[in-house]
């Protein structure tokens, strides 16, 4: 079965960066669209970033346009979510999610899920 598996969460310092990675294992899923989606504790999960199959569109959640960045690895099962200007408020568990159509990732209701990195943004 597809496993979708993050890396790269830790502690960064307000107005830091950090890159996020995801990677899929188990088979090619190279036409499914990508992204990520986050939770703080409390809150309700929230729509990060998305970027479809071929890497050519890209959708933000409105709290890090302009900030965050996700690209498509060199290898087509794979993505990076770049943090930058991180503020505490990024504070979450960062899950990879993906699905054949990106239309799906304004329901949230996708195929596939990973079981999430931290990120703690703090001084």
């Known amino acids: 079965q597809v496993q979708l598996v993050e890396s790269g969460g830790g502690l960064v310092q307000p107005g830091g960066s950090l890159r996020l990675s995801c990677l899929a294992s188990?088979?090619?899923?190279?036409?499914?669209?990508m992204g990520w989606f986050r939770q703080a504790p409390g809150k309700e999960r929230e729509f990060v970033a998305a970027?479809?199959?071929?890497?050519?569109?890209?959708t933000y959640g409105d709290s890090v346009k302009g900030r965050f960045a996700i690209s498509r690895g060199d290898a087509k099962n794979s993505i990076h979510l770049q943090m930058n200007n991180a503020k505490p408020e990024d504070t979450a568990v960062y899950y990879c999610?993906?699905?054949?159509?990106?239309?799906?990732?304004?329901?949230?209701?996708?195929?596939?899920w990973g079981q999430g990195t931290l990120v703690t943004v703090s001084s």
């Open positions: 188990g088979t090619t899923i190279s036409r499914y669209a």
């Open positions: 999610a993906a699905d054949r159509l990106v239309i799906n990732f304004a329901s949230g209701n996708l195929e596939l």
């Open positions: 970027i479809t199959w071929s890497g050519g569109s890209v």
